[in-house]
Protein backbone atom coordinates (compact mmCIF):
# COMPACT_ATOMS: atom_id res chain seq x y z
CA UNK A 1 0.00 0.00 0.00
CA UNK A 2 1.22 3.75 -1.13
CA UNK A 3 1.71 5.71 1.96
CA UNK A 4 2.62 9.00 0.44
CA UNK A 5 3.73 10.79 -2.79
CA UNK A 6 6.48 13.02 -3.09
CA UNK A 7 6.35 14.56 -6.21
CA UNK A 8 6.19 17.80 -9.00
CA UNK A 9 2.93 19.61 -8.78
CA UNK A 10 1.79 19.69 -12.52
CA UNK A 11 -2.01 20.44 -12.33
CA UNK A 12 -4.11 22.23 -9.82
CA UNK A 13 -7.89 21.99 -9.82
CA UNK A 14 -10.29 22.69 -7.36
CA UNK A 15 -10.60 18.94 -6.15
CA UNK A 16 -8.17 17.38 -6.91
CA UNK A 17 -4.11 18.13 -8.14
CA UNK A 18 -1.92 15.87 -10.02
CA UNK A 19 1.24 15.39 -9.22
CA UNK A 20 4.00 13.65 -11.00
CA UNK A 21 6.15 10.96 -9.40
CA UNK A 22 9.05 9.22 -11.50
CA UNK A 23 7.32 9.70 -14.80
CA UNK A 24 4.12 8.64 -13.55
CA UNK A 25 1.41 11.30 -13.36
CA UNK A 26 -1.31 10.53 -10.22
CA UNK A 27 -4.34 12.34 -9.67
CA UNK A 28 -5.00 12.95 -5.76
CA UNK A 29 -8.49 14.31 -4.33
CA UNK A 30 -7.27 17.00 -1.89
CA UNK A 31 -9.77 19.21 0.87
CA UNK A 32 -10.24 22.60 -0.04
CA UNK A 33 -7.95 22.87 3.71
CA UNK A 34 -5.26 21.66 1.80
CA UNK A 35 -1.62 24.27 1.94
CA UNK A 36 -1.78 26.23 -1.23
CA UNK A 37 0.75 25.66 -3.90
CA UNK A 38 1.91 25.87 -7.24
CA UNK A 39 2.72 24.09 -10.82
CA UNK A 40 6.05 22.91 -10.38
CA UNK A 41 7.14 23.14 -6.77
CA UNK A 42 6.93 19.70 -5.23
CA UNK A 43 5.05 18.48 -2.33
CA UNK A 44 4.44 15.67 -0.36
CA UNK A 45 1.33 14.26 0.73
CA UNK A 46 -0.11 11.02 2.66
CA UNK A 47 -2.01 8.69 0.65
CA UNK A 48 -5.15 6.61 1.27
CA UNK A 49 -6.04 4.22 -2.01
CA UNK A 50 -9.07 2.78 -2.53
CA UNK A 51 -10.36 0.67 -5.97
CA UNK A 52 -12.84 1.54 -7.41
CA UNK A 53 -16.00 -0.84 -8.61
CA UNK A 54 -14.54 -0.58 -12.22
CA UNK A 55 -10.83 -1.27 -10.80
CA UNK A 56 -9.33 2.24 -11.40
CA UNK A 57 -7.73 3.44 -7.77
CA UNK A 58 -9.06 6.58 -5.78
CA UNK A 59 -5.80 8.23 -4.26
CA UNK A 60 -6.81 10.66 -1.40
CA UNK A 61 -4.00 12.68 -0.33
CA UNK A 62 -3.28 14.80 2.91
CA UNK A 63 -1.02 17.60 3.88
CA UNK A 64 -0.05 15.77 7.53
CA UNK A 65 -0.75 12.38 9.05
CA UNK A 66 -2.95 13.99 11.93
CA UNK A 67 -5.36 14.52 9.13
CA UNK A 68 -5.11 11.28 7.80
CA UNK A 69 -5.96 9.73 11.00
CA UNK A 70 -8.74 11.61 11.35
CA UNK A 71 -9.93 10.20 7.90
CA UNK A 72 -9.01 6.83 9.12
CA UNK A 73 -11.44 6.82 11.93
CA UNK A 74 -14.30 8.61 9.95
CA UNK A 75 -14.29 6.41 7.26
CA UNK A 76 -14.55 3.19 9.97
CA UNK A 77 -17.96 4.86 11.70
CA UNK A 78 -20.60 2.42 10.52
CA UNK A 79 -22.09 3.36 7.26
CA UNK A 80 -19.68 6.39 6.67
CA UNK A 81 -17.23 4.36 4.43
CA UNK A 82 -14.27 6.43 2.72
CA UNK A 83 -15.91 8.79 -0.24
CA UNK A 84 -18.40 10.27 3.24
CA UNK A 85 -15.59 10.71 5.23
CA UNK A 86 -13.54 12.82 2.58
CA UNK A 87 -16.67 14.83 1.57
CA UNK A 88 -17.02 15.60 5.82
CA UNK A 89 -12.99 16.71 5.75
CA UNK A 90 -13.78 18.63 2.76
CA UNK A 91 -16.59 20.87 5.03
CA UNK A 92 -14.53 20.87 8.09
CA UNK A 93 -11.30 21.55 8.86
CA UNK A 94 -10.09 18.42 10.87
CA UNK A 95 -8.56 20.44 13.81
CA UNK A 96 -12.12 21.76 14.43
CA UNK A 97 -14.09 18.32 13.77
CA UNK A 98 -12.37 17.00 16.53
CA UNK A 99 -13.09 20.06 18.90
CA UNK A 100 -16.92 19.79 17.84
CA UNK A 101 -16.64 16.25 18.78
CA UNK A 102 -15.26 16.38 21.76
CA UNK A 103 -17.82 18.84 23.05
CA UNK A 104 -20.62 17.29 21.52
CA UNK A 105 -21.52 20.30 19.03
CA UNK A 106 -24.26 18.15 17.22
CA UNK A 107 -26.16 21.49 15.72
CA UNK A 108 -22.83 22.89 14.76
CA UNK A 109 -22.17 19.82 13.05
CA UNK A 110 -25.34 19.36 10.93
CA UNK A 111 -24.53 22.78 9.80
CA UNK A 112 -21.57 21.98 8.70
CA UNK A 113 -21.43 18.70 7.17
CA UNK A 114 -24.79 18.75 5.89
CA UNK A 115 -25.52 15.37 7.38
CA UNK A 116 -28.38 13.94 9.22
CA UNK A 117 -29.41 14.61 12.75
CA UNK A 118 -29.05 10.96 13.49
CA UNK A 119 -25.69 10.37 11.82
CA UNK A 120 -24.14 13.16 13.39
CA UNK A 121 -25.03 11.64 16.34
CA UNK A 122 -23.91 8.60 15.45
CA UNK A 123 -20.54 10.22 14.47
CA UNK A 124 -19.99 12.03 17.54
CA UNK A 125 -21.45 8.52 19.64
CA UNK A 126 -18.40 6.57 18.21
CA UNK A 127 -15.86 8.80 17.24
CA UNK A 128 -15.55 10.93 20.77
CA UNK A 129 -14.04 8.32 22.49
CA UNK A 130 -11.43 6.73 19.70
CA UNK A 131 -10.50 10.84 19.67
CA UNK A 132 -10.23 10.69 23.37
CA UNK A 133 -8.22 7.32 23.32
CA UNK A 134 -5.68 8.84 20.69
CA UNK A 135 -4.92 11.73 22.94
CA UNK A 136 -6.95 14.45 21.40
CA UNK A 137 -7.91 16.88 23.77
CA UNK A 138 -10.08 20.05 23.62
CA UNK A 139 -7.59 22.83 22.87
CA UNK A 140 -9.61 26.14 23.31
CA UNK A 141 -7.85 27.15 20.35
CA UNK A 142 -10.80 28.75 18.14
CA UNK A 143 -12.44 32.09 18.58
CA UNK A 144 -15.68 32.63 20.38
CA UNK A 145 -18.56 31.10 18.68
CA UNK A 146 -20.24 34.63 18.79
CA UNK A 147 -17.60 36.36 16.92
CA UNK A 148 -16.91 33.22 14.19
CA UNK A 149 -20.76 33.00 13.59
CA UNK A 150 -21.21 36.02 12.49
CA UNK A 151 -17.90 36.62 10.62
CA UNK A 152 -19.46 33.24 9.07
CA UNK A 153 -22.82 35.03 8.03
CA UNK A 154 -21.40 38.03 6.87
CA UNK A 155 -18.88 36.61 4.48
CA UNK A 156 -21.57 34.04 3.49
CA UNK A 157 -24.01 36.83 2.71
CA UNK A 158 -20.93 38.08 0.59
CA UNK A 159 -21.14 35.07 -1.85
CA UNK A 160 -18.17 33.45 -0.05
CA UNK A 161 -18.20 29.69 -0.09
CA UNK A 162 -17.99 27.48 3.14
CA UNK A 163 -14.62 25.95 2.21
CA UNK A 164 -13.51 29.70 1.20
CA UNK A 165 -14.76 30.79 4.80
CA UNK A 166 -13.39 27.85 7.10
CA UNK A 167 -10.14 28.73 5.61
CA UNK A 168 -9.84 32.30 5.99
CA UNK A 169 -11.10 31.67 9.56
CA UNK A 170 -8.50 29.14 10.61
CA UNK A 171 -5.53 30.91 9.26
CA UNK A 172 -6.75 34.65 11.00
CA UNK A 173 -6.76 33.01 14.20
CA UNK A 174 -3.42 32.80 15.37
CA UNK A 175 -2.70 36.45 13.70
CA UNK A 176 -6.04 37.94 15.75
CA UNK A 177 -4.29 37.51 19.31
CA UNK A 178 -6.20 34.71 21.22
CA UNK A 179 -9.77 36.01 19.47
CA UNK A 180 -9.47 39.60 21.43
CA UNK A 181 -10.26 41.00 18.15
CA UNK A 182 -14.01 42.06 17.26
CA UNK A 183 -16.25 41.15 14.54
CA UNK A 184 -15.14 44.23 12.71
CA UNK A 185 -11.74 43.75 12.46
CA UNK A 186 -12.74 39.70 11.74
CA UNK A 187 -13.95 40.60 8.89
CA UNK A 188 -11.58 43.33 7.74
CA UNK A 189 -8.99 40.78 7.49
CA UNK A 190 -10.84 38.06 6.03
CA UNK A 191 -11.68 40.21 3.24
CA UNK A 192 -8.27 41.34 2.63
CA UNK A 193 -7.42 37.52 2.96
CA UNK A 194 -10.03 36.87 0.14
CA UNK A 195 -9.01 38.97 -2.16
CA UNK A 196 -12.61 41.11 -1.32
CA UNK A 197 -11.36 44.42 0.91
CA UNK A 198 -8.05 46.20 1.82
Known amino acids: ?3 YLKGEVIEIGEEEWVLECNNF ?5 LTPFVSPGNVGEERCFFLRTFMKENGEFTLYGF ?3 EERSVFDQLQEVRGIGHRTAFKILSRVRWEELIELVLSEEISILEAKTNLSSKTVKKLVLELRP ?3 RAGWQMTGEHPPRGVVEEVREVLSHLGYRPAEIEGVIGSLW ?3 GGGEADVETWIREALVRLGGGV
Open 1 to 3: MLD
Open 25 to 29: GFRLK
Open 174 to 176: SEL
Open 63 to 65: DDE
Open 130 to 132: RFV
